[in-house]
């Protein structure tokens, strides 16, 4: 079966991207698309397959303040394009790596983290005050 994972940016190692690397274990030969992925940050697991990122990928600075371009993500995450002979589209997200796009005919499972807690309870720690 090909599988291709989606998440939603790779940037640090967390809860999220421990579900990824368990997934990445279930499907070694599995393509990854992710909105931003800074290089060297997930252990060889994730890293070490084809890895196709969005258009913000490309914004200077972006692994630094990726959390500014959250007005950005939807956007990003229905443009990145899932090419190739798939049989499921498999998302892990805690944000918007469930709003891609699987190819016509092909089954897209998400498995949905927690709600997004910058959003709600700990945006002051995230954002800082004001």
């Avoid at 994730?46 to 303040?65: D, K, M, W, Y």
């Avoid at 805690?94 to 016509?104: E, L, M």
């Avoid at 005919?105 to 498995?111: D, I, K």
């Amino acid at each position: 079966m090909k599988v291709a994972l989606v998440h939603d940016w790779l940037v640090t190692h967390r809860g999220g991207e421990r579900v990824l690397d368990a997934l990445c274990e279930l499907y070694p030969d599995a393509d990854l698309y992710t909105l931003i992925h800074q290089p060297g940050s997930q252990p060889p697991r994730i890293e070490n397959r084809r890895i196709t990122t969005s258009f913000l990928q490309h914004i200077p600075g972006i692994h630094a303040r990726y959390r500014h371009f959250l007005p950005l993500f939807p956007r990003a995450i229905e443009a990145l394009r899932i090419t190739g002979d798939y049989d499921l589209v498999l998302s892990s997200s805690h944000c918007v790596a469930k709003g891609i796009h699987a190819p016509p005919g092909v089954p897209h499972l998400s498995y949905v983290h927690a709600p997004m807690r910058y959003m709600w309870d700990l945006f002051d720690d995230y954002f800082g005050p004001g």
